[in-house]
T-cell receptor, first 112, second 112 residues
Framework: EDQVTQSPEALRLQEGESSSLNCSYTVSGLRGLFWYRQDPGKGPEFLFTLYSAGEEKEKERLKATLTKKESFLHITAPKPEDSATYLC?????????????FGSGTQLTVLP | NAGVTQTPKFQVLKTGQSMTLQCAQD?????MSWYRQDPGMGLRLIHYSVGAGITDQGEVPNGYNVSRSTTEDFPLRLLSAAPSQTSVYFCASSLQGPPEAFFGQGTRLTVV
């Protein structure tokens, strides 16, 4: 069964304390890996698309990277407004090609 | 543009009742989908549509029906509500296929 696992489940950082979130997947035939941000009581907000190992994308304090088995979301010098749940999702080529499989998310809290 | 609009935001149902969750988008997106989100689990796909008149099942379709008579609207029907359907439901859309770029604000449904 295709699986997407995010770690840690929760992460508390002090403002300015850089860290990384992990998304690992067990599947062959990756068609894309995507990161979303979700604020409490709201729908996910699309952040990044990664299609091949070695690819990197950046937006403000966030940088997403991809290897053959996992992706990292690096947060550099985070601010309290970066507090949210970060979701990763994977699109596989096996089975139905038109469905995403989501991880359960990492809840990030950045303390001032 | 309003993006993806879901109504209602909150709903309480009694077991056995039926209801329709509404979803509309004004971006002329062909692909629309419904997910449910439960604590500790990733978003799970219920049904999706690749265009007006075309729908298909996702990972957890039992107990739900959908139809797509127009490009803009994609309602989700609960046929006979059960406590296991207590969840937060998200509608999403994209121009053509996943990943979904836009999510609605969600409907928090409680079945008692």
């Amino acid at each position: 069964e295709d699986q997407v696992t995010q770690s840690p489940e929760a992460l508390r950082l002090q403002e300015g304390e850089s860290s990384s979130l992990n998304c690992s997947y067990t599947v062959s035939g990756l068609r894309g890996l995507f990161w979303y941000r979700q604020d409490p009581g709201k729908g996910p907000e699309f952040l990044f698309t990664l299609y091949s190992a070695g690819e990197e994308k950046e937006k403000e304090r966030l940088k997403a990277t991809l290897t053959k088995k996992e992706s990292f979301l690096h947060i550099t010098a985070p601010k309290p407004e970066d507090s949210a749940t970060y979701l990763c999702a994977v699109l596989f080529s096996s089975g139905s090609a038109r469905q995403l499989t989501f991880g359960s998310g990492t809840q990030l809290t950045v303390l001032p | 543009n309003a993006g993806v609009t879901q109504t209602p935001k909150f709903q309480v149902l009694k077991t056995g009742q039926s209801m329709t969750l509404q979803c509309a988008q004004d971006m002329n997106h062909e692909y629309m989908s419904w997910y449910r989100q439960d604590p500790g689990m990733g978003l799970r796909l219920i049904h999706y549509s690749v265009g007006a008149g075309i729908t298909d099942q996702g990972e957890v379709p039992n107990g739900y029906n959908v139809s797509r008579s127009t490009t803009e609207d994609f309602p989700l029907r609960l046929l006979s509500a059960a406590p296991s359907q207590t969840s937060v439901y998200f509608c999403a859309s994209s121009l053509q296929g996943p990943p979904e770029a836009f999510f609605g604000q969600g409907t928090r449904l409680t079945v008692v």
